[in-house]
């Protein structure tokens, strides 16, 4: 798809330095990676270019992601289960179809819903949205939470 990371508006500089920061060291990370990943005879295909059925494959995936949001026990294991999938073979086509770790794509997809439940204005608390996106540790959110969006989950109360 080619997108790395969208910002909606309102946005403050603060949260655009750190995504930038946050692109960055991903980058540094991918450059590394394949700099010590063995040479294989097989032809790789580019990130950007997602086959429909992996398309599909993974819109479905983010569904089962959002119907289990707040499941604590929501992970590699619950979601190879339901796609009939063994973990490493779920591992391995998440992290072809999206560059991260299935854990890192659960999280980010945790994430953005959680913002999106801030922006609305429907919680009253930081400990309520942690809660409903599956954080048992309200401080673990938070301070994930302002590593990805370079914003204080308790600034929009």
């Given at each position: 798809?080619?997108?790395?990371?969208?910002?909606?508006?309102?946005?403050?500089?603060?949260?655009?330095?750190?995504?930038?920061?946050?692109?960055?060291?991903?980058?540094?990370?991918?450059?590394?990676?394949?700099?010590?990943?063995?040479?294989?005879?097989?032809?790789?295909?580019?990130?950007?270019?997602?086959?429909?059925?992996?398309?599909?494959?993974?819109?479905?995936?983010?569904?089962?992601?959002?119907?289990?949001?707040?499941?604590?026990?929501?992970?590699?294991?619950?979601?190879a289960y339901e796609f009939s999938m063994s973990e490493r073979q779920f591992?391995?086509?998440?992290?072809?179809?999206?560059?991260?770790?299935?854990?890192?794509?659960?999280?980010?997809?945790?994430?953005?819903?959680?913002?999106?439940?801030?922006?609305?204005?429907?919680?009253?608390?930081?400990?309520?949205?942690?809660?409903?996106?599956?954080?048992?540790?309200?401080?673990?959110?938070?301070?994930?939470?302002?590593?990805?969006?370079?914003?204080?989950?308790?600034?929009?109360?």
């Amino acid at each position: 798809m080619g997108v790395d990371d969208y910002i909606n508006k309102p946005f403050s500089s603060q949260e655009v330095l750190v995504r930038i920061k946050n692109l960055l060291y991903n980058y540094q990370q991918r450059k590394k990676w394949h700099k010590e990943a063995p040479n294989t005879t097989e032809e790789i295909a580019p990130q950007n270019e997602i086959s429909p059925a992996n398309l599909k494959w993974l819109k479905s995936v983010e569904e089962a992601i959002y119907q289990h949001i707040s499941d604590k026990r929501l992970g590699v294991t619950m979601l190879a289960y339901e796609f009939s999938m063994s973990e490493r073979q779920f591992r391995r086509r998440i992290n072809s179809t999206t560059g991260l770790s299935p854990n890192k794509y659960i999280r980010e997809l945790k994430l953005s819903y959680a913002r999106n439940l801030l922006e609305s204005g429907e919680y009253n608390t930081v400990a309520e949205v942690s809660y409903t996106i599956g954080f048992e540790k309200v401080a673990h959110f938070s301070k994930l939470y302002l590593n990805r969006f370079g914003k204080k989950a308790s600034s929009y109360f």
